[in-house]
Each structure stands twice: as C-alpha cells, then as structure tokens.
C-alpha cells in the first residue's frame, strides 16, 4: 500500500462513515476500514473526507490557439491550479473549433487533448463544441463518441444556430444512436438580438441595462425549444448554466413527460442578483444568462436542495478586469464569463452546507457523483470507493478565507466575490493519490502534465 489516511469521515451520495481509515495503492483506493499500514500517512483527525470536486463546465485556452474572440485569461496551467486549490481535482472542458480558421470538430477536440496531456494539472475530459452541423462534421461526432469524447456541446444562442437548424436536429438524433449527452446554451438568439436593438434605439447602453439585452424570455423560449428537441430526438440533453425560475420550470415539464433532462447551475447565480450591473464597474459580473432578481435565486437553492437542479458548475471563463470594463463594450457585448474555479466549493460549502441548506451528502452529490454519473466518470471517480481513484479532499471546515481574486491561481486578477469572507476550504487535496495540495497551497507534485485524459463510459442515471 503506498499511503493510508486515518480517521476519515467518508462522505459519499448518501452515506457518512464514522472515522475511518483509507488505503491508497496504484492512485485507487484500495481499502476501506480495516487494519492497514503504509509508508506514507495522513491523520484526517476525523474531519470529512470528500471525493474531489468535478466541474464538468470550464473554458479554459488552448496554448498556441490562433486569435479568437474568447480568449480567456487562464490557459491548462493556471485554471488547473485554481480548480486544486478549490478541490476540484476534474474538469470537463468545452473544446471550441477556431471559427477564425474553420477548424474541425474532430481537430480541435484532438488538438485540446493533447493540450491537455502536456499542460492540466488535473484529470480532464472534453465536450466537442459543435460549430457547423455540416455533413462531415456530423460524421465526427460518432468518431469522438468511440474516442471517449461523449457529449456533444450546442449554442442555441449563436446566429448559426437559426441558420442551421435541421443539422443541429441531425446532430442530436446521431448523439441518441451513439449513447451520448448534449450539452446546450439556453438563450434565443433572435429574441436576444431584438431586445439589444431597443437598448440601442433607447440608449440604454450601460452595464446596467445587460439584463434587458438577455431577457429571461429568451432563456425561457430556447430551454423550451431545447426540451422540445430532445422530445422529439430521444437525444438525453443537460442545459448548462440555468440562471432562471422560467427556464427551471420548462425543464421540469420535460422531466415530469420523462424526457431526459438534466439541469446545471452555476455559482454566480446562486450568490448575486441583476442589481449588481447598477454598481460602478458592474460589467465585472457579466456572464450568459446575466444575473436574476431575487426570486430567482432562492428558486435555484430550492431546486438544487430537492434535487431538479443535478450540478453545479462554474462555467470558468477567466478574463482580467480591464477587459471587462473595456470602455469600447457597451450593455450589447459586454465580455462574458469569469474566474470561479477557486472559489466554487468552498462557497457552495459556506453558503450551502454550513446554513443547513444542502447535506454534507448532498453537496458531494451536486459537485462529485452527479457530474460523473452523467458524464461517465463513475465509479472510478465521483465517489469513494474500492477501486475509485484516490481524488479526495480533506475538507477544513473551520478555515475562514477572505476572498481576493488578484492573490488566487487563476490568471484573472479579481473575483466577483472580492471582499467575502467564507468559511470552508480544502486543506489537503489528493489526486489519484498524489497529494497536490497541502494546507491549501499547491505542492512540487501538483505539476503541469500530470493530468489525463479520463476515460468515459455511457452517461448514467443520477
Ligand atoms: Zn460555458
């Protein structure tokens, strides 16, 4: 056996040891409870032990990628870090052909394999972002399901959709033959574009105004299409970043005719509120959909309590903060996404499990289980168990951070949550038994490269 944690408070879906001992051989566990001895040993001291945090939503840029618009600010180097040093030990990566160069699906998606092999510090997997439905392009996507690239992502919120829509329904039809899992974007293009032509007529053009250019109506009208595709596809769909109670309730419609439907949130949504736009550099928190009223956000808790919201994901699209403010961007296109890697579990932790909100068993589910159910990391990671990989995370559930995005390992230099003051972090962190993180800092072993591509099987039911 090459390491033992002792006293742990195992926390899986539904189940809590008492204290119990961890065998870690090969990067697997390999017993749990029990005698056993190893040269190297850990005292968990009884604190609870979690399965590492999987975020199956980040955008993360490719080294070496031709000029793109979405250049966010942290490549596999840095956003790996920052997902460490949250607790998140996996990473589901959106892989995005360069539209500049009419890239392929199927080279983009190997080109950020082999990115990153060379540069993750954790294990990752990939959604093939699906730009242009052509004929051969659909062809790939049976190709990247036998590589073990199985889900698929869609922009209802690009013009190409409108544009091509018959192909984007073909593409889903052949992700239900092959098994597979659609991810899709949940805004209505036409209606998003409408609503910003009357912000420009009325010159409403500050941050304050970015709500009304992506209206809950758009995000409602596209869930509704999405659910309505999957209807008639049979093609299982999981909508990224639901920020709405509309868009919940057309979800929830789905799954109550038994479509497979399942729902992500993300943390923005779960903390802020529209009002922030109104504050002096409220362009900072620009993300798609934009942030809701209040009513939304307490919907959002509810549901991922209960259990129609599946994950939480952070959607991390980095940017540093002078780009955010960029005087040129006005409340049409303001720059969208930023950095949460980090920040993710401890703040789900400090607002969710600490308050009573969600259970300790709850929590592993939203940010562990379910992600790798339903992208076919499961058993060998989302849970702990003989013969998962040891991606575990001593939680300190006492540990009191203030929040200062400019000092965290992401690239950005600011987070949306500067000045918080949360209690809940990850001490050590161990990554198929390496530990990479000790008292919340990185260690020597947490290098760039020693992360893999994860392989998948089908997605299963949570
Ligand atoms: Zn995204």
């Known amino acids: 056996m090459d390491s033992v944690i002792r006293n742990a408070t195992v926390v899986t879906a539904g189940s809590q040891s008492a204290a119990i001992d961890i065998g870690i051989e090969d990067g697997r566990i390999v017993q749990l409870g029990g005698a056993m001895s190893a040269a190297h040993e850990l005292d968990a001291g ?16 490719p080294a070496g990628s031709a000029p793109q618009s979405y250049r966010w600010c942290d490549d596999w180097e840095a956003g790996t870090a920052a997902a460490l040093a949250g607790g998140v030990t996996t990473v589901g990566n959106m892989s995005h052909p360069d539209p500049g ?13 082999a990115d990153g092999e060379a540069r993750s510090r954790t294990d990752f997997f990939l959604h093939p972002v699906l730009m242009d439905p ?17 889900s698929v992502k869609i922009f209802l919120s690009f013009r190409r959709f409108d544009r091509s829509v018959h192909g984007y329904l073909e593409a889903l039809r052949r992700t239900a033959q092959c098994g597979g899992l659609a991810l899709i974007h949940c805004e209505d293009v036409a209606l998003m574009e409408c609503a910003c032509t009357i912000l420009r007529e009325q ?11 992506r209206p809950v109506a758009a995000e409602r009208a596209a869930t509704e299409r999405a659910v309505a595709m999957a209807e008639v596809t049979g093609c299982p769909i999981y909508v990224v970043h639901l920020s709405s109670l509309d868009a919940l309730d057309a979800c929830r419609a789905g799954q109550a005719r038994g479509t497979s439907v399942e729902v992500e949130t993300r943390p923005i949504y779960l903390f802020l509120t529209e009002e922030r736009f109104a504050e002096a550099n409220g362009a900072k928190y620009a993300g798609a ?13 509810a549901a991922l309590a209960q259990g129609s919201i599946a994950t939480v994901a952070t959607d991390h699209a980095p940017w540093k903060l002078a ?14 996404g930023m950095s949460e890697l980090e920040t993710m579990l401890p703040m789900l932790w400090w607002a969710g499990v600490r308050t009573g909100r969600l259970s300790v068993s709850r929590f592993v589910e939203v940010t562990s289980t379910n992600p790798a159910k339903l992208f076919g990391l499961y058993p060998r990671k989302g849970t702990i168990a003989v013969g998962a990989d040891a991606d575990l995370v001593i939680w300190d559930t006492e540990r009191s ?26 001490d050590v962190v161990m990554s198929r038994g390496e530990v990479v993180v000790e008292g919340g800092r990185l260690t020597d072993a947490a290098r760039p490269g020693r ?11 949570r």
């Open 46 to 61: 009884g604190r609870y032990v979690l399965p590492g945090g999987i975020d199956g939503h980040v955008h993360l840029t």
């Open 101 to 113: 160069t009419g890239e392929s699906i199927r080279v983009s998606t190997e080109r950020d394999a």
């Open 134 to 150: 052509s004929p051969s392009e659909l062809d790939a996507l049976a190709e990247l399901h036998a590589a073990g690239h199985t």
């Open 203 to 213: 010159g409403k053009l500050t941050a304050e105004h970015f709500p009304q250019g």
């Open 289 to 301: 959909p934009p942030l809701r009223s209040e009513r939304d956000v307490a919907g959002l808790w």
């Open 323 to 336: 780009d955010k403010l960029d005087p040129a961007l006005d409340a049409t296109n303001l720059r969208l």
């Open 401 to 426: 951070r203030t929040i200062d995005g400019s000092a965290f390992y992401s690239n950005a230099d600011y987070s949306p949550y500067d000045g918080w003051t949360v209690t809940g972090w990850p």
């Open 451 to 461: 992360g893999r591509l994860a392989p998948r099987g089908a997605s299963q039911p």
